[in-house]
């Protein structure tokens, strides 16, 4: 089986990349395969178009979008792995939910509902500076939202692995911690 990791942070050797090369040496000592799709290693163009819209309501996408939508077809499961910033996910991974997960390739209206195409298990790494608080369910505010994005293209989704109070000088062991999960959750992604 093959997972496809997007991950989306423009350093090279940020926390993200970290956590997402040691999911994949999980998923790889699991026996199973991985691809990474990193969107600003890659100069991925996060901006939808109004051609690209119009040309939504026809099923047309353009070449770069259909080759982001045959990797996916490709494998059999999706990982995002992305800090939040400003309570959001970066914009180059946003931009790349909304052109690549599009209506006839990741979900599809039958009659009055939505049904989704995306049969495949999917899981987020998630870095977020704030440390989690008994008086607000950052969670919710942080998570859920991109959870609610796969799970309308019809994947099953795995637990988030978020990690909770990732900045510049945070407790280095809990780093890594969060470093060796990344790796175990890899390992069990295709269980």
Same mark, same amino acid.
């Given at each position: 089986? &093959? ?32 691809? +990474? ?8 163009? !996060? ?44 914009? +180059? ?57 796969? /799970? ?6 795995? !637990? ?8 510049? &000088?945070?407790? /280095? ?13 890899? &390992?069990?992604?295709?269980?």
């Amino acid at each position: 089986m &093959k997972a496809l990791i997007v991950t989306a942070h423009p350093q090279p050797d940020s926390f993200t990349q970290a956590l997402t090369e040691r999911f994949i040496a999980g998923v790889v000592a699991s026996g199973h395969e991985a691809e +990474i799709a990193d969107l600003y290693g890659e100069g991925f163009n !996060p901006v939808v178009s109004v051609q690209e819209m119009n040309g939504w309501q026809n099923g047309l996408v353009s070449p770069e979008i259909r080759a982001e939508q045959e990797r996916i077809r490709s494998c059999d499961g999706l990982v995002l792995s992305y800090p939040v910033w400003w309570s959001t996910p970066p914009a +180059i991974l946003t931009g790349w939910l909304q052109r690549v997960l599009t209506l006839g390739f990741a979900f599809q209206h039958e009659g009055s509902r939505t049904e989704g195409q995306l049969r495949m298990r999917a899981q987020m790494l998630v870095n977020v500076g704030s440390k989690q608080r008994q008086d607000v369910d950052l969670a919710t505010l942080y998570i859920e939202p991109m959870l609610g994005v796969l /799970r309308y293209c019809g994947m099953e989704i795995l !637990p988030t692995q978020a990690n909770w109070g990732v900045y510049q &000088k945070a407790d /280095r062991a809990a780093l890594e911690a969060y470093i060796e999960q990344a790796f175990e959750n890899g &390992k069990r992604f295709f269980a």
